[in-house]
């Protein structure tokens, strides 16, 4: 066949292939789609699956790996929010950087395995539906082959033809976002509402048992912690059997930043300290205040729903020196460290 009829047969079947004939739809329908990823995690966010084991989500999905670092079209997978709520987005973008399409998913249970096996089986199914409507020599694209001259027309005209199509797919799917998904309001601040047993060491004369209220609020990875404390009384005789009784009403306020489950404070205290004596001629109550400063070290556990348990380390210096004087003498004079160990039992209302 002559040069001339070979271009012209080229110009026919280039022709028929920007048709659209449902021929040409069967061929491509068999050709593997190629595209590139990017994926990011939120330091904020733990647990999550790595991107290796990302890719193996999506290769099981479609039978093949569709990821190359040479396509044309990149997706760009990213995950953030806190332990409590987890949000991804999904983003399709051209050769060109240009936006094509975008979806948003959120684990309100925090469960970021679960989300990306959803974001996963969200990206497979994109692929698939580029991969029936990309033209059969995408494949050559990702990997350039020296072109036949005489046949030119067939690479050029369908890849013009189908540019619009690509588009269109992933712009369909964000007009049509899933209904059980809603993206993460960013501006909100989850809280919580606890309440939680103690032991401290160093603010009585002994060993004595505690209990606080507290109310939470947290951003990203910082959070503010307010709180009501008080202990039981504890008690400390002479040998003549008079002595006194003392207890502690006070407020704690405590700045964290987390990592994971794990949780790290700056722990600040005001209480009054409550003082009675007996067996003497003349018991009197005095009332003296007292200041600490320290760290505190948590770890929390979800139990499920809004529900969450923790266990709490505080290791305390204290700011105000007391003292405690019966007949003129000093009996007590509290300690300059003191150390508390408690769990505690909270609820997220928002």
């Not at 066949?1 to 022709?15: D, I, Y």
């Not at 309100?108 to 994109?126: H, R, S």
Request: hydrophobic share 40%; aromatic share 6%.
């Amino acid at each position: 066949m002559c040069s001339k009829s070979r271009f012209l047969v080229a110009t026919v079947l280039g022709a028929i292939a920007t048709a659209g004939l449902p021929a040409r739809k069967t061929v491509a329908a068999e050709a593997d789609f190629f595209i590139t990823l990017q994926y990011a995690l939120d330091s904020s966010v733990g647990g999550c699956p790595t991107e290796a084991e990302f890719r193996k989500t999506v290769v099981h999905q479609l039978g093949y790996d569709p990821f190359r670092d040479d396509a044309s079209l990149s997706v760009l997978i990213r995950v953030g929010g806190t332990a409590r709520a987890v949000n991804g987005q999904v983003d399709w973008r051209n050769e060109n950087g240009k936006d094509m399409g975008e979806r948003r998913f959120l684990a309100k249970d925090g469960n970021c395995p679960n989300l990306l096996t959803e974001i996963g089986f969200a990206v497979a199914l994109q692929i698939q539906l580029l991969r029936t409507t990309a033209p059969t020599d995408h494949t050559e694209s990702t990997s350039p082959k020296p072109p036949d001259p005489d046949v030119v027309v067939l690479a050029v005209l369908p890849q013009v033809a189908q540019e619009p199509n690509l588009a269109a797919s992933v712009s369909e799917r964000r007009e049509s976002p899933d209904p059980r998904i809603t993206p993460q309001d960013s501006s909100r601040w989850p809280m919580w509402l606890g309440i939680g047993p103690s032991t401290s060491w160093g603010v009585s004369p002994s060993m004595t048992a505690n209990a606080r209220l507290f109310l939470g609020a947290r951003r990203n990875n910082m959070s503010l912690e307010i709180g009501a404390e008080a202990n039981l009384p504890s008690t400390a005789r002479q040998t003549n059997h008079s002595g006194f009784r003392e207890s502690l009403l006070g407020a704690s306020m405590a700045v964290c930043t987390h990592r994971h489950a794990i949780s790290g404070c700056a722990l600040g205290k005001v209480g009054q300290v409550r003082v009675s004596g007996f067996g003497v001629d003349q018991p009197r109550s005095a009332t003296g205040m007292a200041g600490q400063a320290g760290l505190r070290l948590a770890a929390a556990m979800k139990l499920g729903g809004p529900w969450s348990v923790s266990a709490r380390l505080d290791a305390l210096g204290l700011l105000t020196p007391f003292t405690v004087e019966l007949n003129q003498v000093e009996l007590w004079k509290m300690p300059r460290l003191s150390a508390l160990a408690g769990i505690d039992l909270s609820a997220r209302f928002r």
